[in-house]
Nanobody, 125 residues
């Protein structure tokens, strides 16, 4: 199965933007539904956005809808999360995850079996 590696996390000022990348190795991403999650200190992992192999997307409701955009490039085996208007509440470890595509779009953590190691995003006010 594929292995996932995230990058792009950084420390930024409030109002700034970041683009996270998730590169897959040991297999093509084209057969997977991909998603981004985040985990803030002391909290559980929360789904942010998901994207089907054909590019159809699902974005969680507040607080990221309208600020975060998920895209994918199957030719590059990469999924991206564009994050704008960042605030301190966005500080977290960000993870990408994959599940075999079965025509269902879900952000339920338990349905994902493949995870990256995470990339840290820190937003200061």
């Amino acid at each position: 199965q594929v292995q996932l590696t995230e990058s792009g996390g950084n420390s930024v000022q409030a109002g700034g933007s970041l683009r996270l990348s998730c590169v897959a190795s040991k297999g093509p991403l084209s057969g997977y539904y991909m998603a981004w999650f985040r985990q803030a200190p002391g909290q559980g992992r929360k789904g942010l956005a998901g994207i089907a192999p054909d590019g159809d997307t699902m974005v969680a409701t507040d607080p990221v809808k309208g600020r975060f955009t998920i895209t994918r490039d199957n030719a590059k085996n990469t999924v991206y999360l564009e994050m704008n208007s960042l605030g301190p509440e966005d500080t977290a470890m960000y993870f990408c995850a994959a599940r075999a595509w079965d025509a269902r779009m879900t952000l339920r953590e338990s349905e994902y079996s493949i995870w990256g190691q995470g990339t840290q995003v820190t937003v200061s006010s």
